[in-house]
């Protein structure tokens, strides 16, 4: 199949021989963008169509069109395609006559193609509050005078040692509270040494995979599953190999692996974003392979706190003493996303080289904050924040589920929620697209994330993305959810109609 | 040559066949040392001689070294290798019977050779407060007052948007109020957007290499620089290539470059640590020529705020239009390194793509924070605080000068030293090492740096690594200065009997 694009690109890439092929395909593109030859809306071939017709690697297409759209110079719309921008990028506009010149080069040269990977996969929403936003809780309801006391009185009288740089994996006083929380309500079996702070989860995730993993090497992540440590593994050069998973967790194989991989990623107190709990003998069977194929587990327990029904199940960390497990904990749901503070639980092998290094590519500090969460947490404001806070998501679980129930049917529940957590998932048919009710929802100013997002783009074998709703009902007031749940209705409805339409 | 531990390990490692090398010497290695065959105090071989006794890689030796000096089987001593340790690890002897069974494994795997390479060259100090610590400013005179009673009255009221996660690099306040303040004190020509608030001044290089340098590429760093920036750019797989420095600052060839840098990495306002200012002169062919080569300059801005006699020169960034810099800025020496707050000023075409990686692999939030610190700057604290600590900082470096000029000499001072900043370089004659030096004065609670840390291990050509003293006089009262300044003398003159000794 030839197209016109192409034709017009090998013209232009012929008189154009300077530099690495992306860079050429990058710079004709822009330019017949600029001076029009390929016009506003105009849909781009395949990346697959135009690697053939210019006989490049697929690899250098996609390459330069995420760079394109990551600059504003063109736009994709869900499941049809790339399509140049009519609204062209600012400072282009702002000195066109410039830029329209053939051959004019931006400043500097492009993204690094592991740079335009990560916009080109990027998931990150830049909407973070509002019905029915996943994986943000009720920051409205977080006690901030008490802990603004706090705060205030810790400012009285600054040590110089908490305002400066640290090293060690922060504020000892902090990790001993945390230590004893844990071991109270996780079974978690630690000394506070054994505590790490970071910087959010990312962080963590971050300096295991440069600790642990070389570039090139295998971690398994669940598919479905958290974009976040997807992206981070990626960032350093790690083969994210998605797995299947299934009503008791990442599946695990029953035949011995050809290539076991050297970190494996799960969520099994509340598989994100699914919901199964990781049954007990999955969880040992899964303790015996990693130690049997020398491979880490990173247990990221990201909301295990909120479980409204039962009791949990041990995690991983503290079912075998000697686990090869380092476990991920946070405060973002607890307390608030904004804090960005996390926590990793090591082994006491790790610990003076994960200090060493966390100090050298992070640096530390915060101790402040540190010193203001650690009395927050032996005030016990912080057991009594989560208590509460687990009877008030629970009430605003069972509303949802209720609606869902009665104007829906119990079957769009999917089947692995389970009574725990900061949001569920709504299953959709398969001839309604989930982009698609998102973006309807979001017109109508009701926040929701797709399902078929939290898929691996290439999965390798296994079933293929489903459609679905994940919705966030922590952050939703009670008196909010009936309405909010209707416009969601609306919406639903609203794309099945436009999708029956010849 | 044939060593005892060589002909131990070969032996061993015959009778231990599973696994890769490294972990099979690593095993054999640990176990030798735990049940008492290499005796403590032992000094291992050279890795190029091991590598050579057991016909393997010298990297395996190297990495394994590295690993076994993270767990604290070993230590080293400043220019003599490697020695087992006489005091082991914790856990191994309070389980000491399990360890000394042979073949006992520890959980999971070894460190990867990129982990076990940041702790090996790891360069970040435990200690972080008190005379003479280089780049910490003193932060007993932050007017912690006024900065919590403007976090108190954000507290009062905290709007859910603050608290949540964030995106798009940052409050628009404090970015709004930065730009201003940086084409005020700066020269900076910026739009708000152009900035991005980061997590410390190392999440802004490690954000940089990875979405402008491909792993196995090129940076070229200041020799002796900056230790963090040299581990940041290295985590990413990026070759960070040393360049000499002199009194008008980083070294430009004269002839054209092979393979040019694709990130320079440079500290024009004062060099970092020897103090030189980049002549305007060569501030224009570093322009220049990153243009030709299609790189980017990488302009770490840390400590411009203090400089104490005459006017700073333009920043790169702001001195041609369109230029290929990116900005680095920090809030650590102008507020309080614990704060953890920095920024980029990048060219407008990365805005977009830098923001969406942001969110994407660190995720963004305290917003808090950011509200606090926009009105600290917008109610003229900030100003007003520089402003007195460049006085404070000028008395501090004036005092110490003094010091060095009566007691020791006028030409103990670095050649470079320039009238800024929060530290100065003492030189020291090539025979007094200043690790000794710093390990003496250490002793005796004063606290400096190594010149010699400062520079590359792996000089490619060049001069060798100067011994020196980095003092930090931000940090120190007016009324230790003196009596501080005699403890180090103190050091200096019993290293210098030391080394006198047969």
New interface residues.
Partial sequence: MRTITGDLLLLRLGESSDGPMNQRLYRCLREAILDGSIAADTRLPASRDLAAELGIARNTVVHVYA?LQ???YTRSRQGSGTYVADTL???YLASGRRARQVGAR????S??????R??D?????????GAFMPG?PD??E?P??K??RI??SI??R?P?????????GGLPALREALAQHLALTRSIDCDPEQILLT??V??GI?LIS??????G?VAWIENPGY??AR??LQ?N?IRAVPRAVDEEGLHLPSEPVQAPP?LVFVTPSHQYPLGAVMSLARRRRLLAL?RQW???IIEDDYDSEFRFTGRPIPCLQGLES???VIYLGTF?KTM?????LAYLVL????V??FQ??H?????E????THAAVAAFISEGHYAAHVRRMRMLYGRRRAMLVNLIERRLGVDWLHRDSSDAGLHLVLDLPDEIPDEAVVQAAHARGVLTRPLSRYYDAAPQGGEPPRQGLLLGYACVPEADIARKFEVLLDSLAYVARQRKRP
């Fill in positions: 760079q990551a600059e504003g990028p600012d400072d931006p400043a500097g040269p993204l690094s193609v592991r740079g335009a990560i916009v996969g990027a998931s990150a929403s830049p909407f973070q509050w943000v920051v409205t977080f901030h005078r802990f603004s705060v205030s400012w009285r600054p110089a040692q908490l305002l400066t740089y640290a090293y060690g910087e959010g990312h962080q971050d440069r600790m642990l993993c070389e570039a090497e974009w976040g992206s981070v960032a050069g050297r990693a020398g491979s880490w000697d686990a090869p973002s608030y996303p904004g804090l960005r082994p006491k092998r790790l003076k080289a060493a290094a100090a050298e590519l992070y640096r500090g915060h101790l402040m």
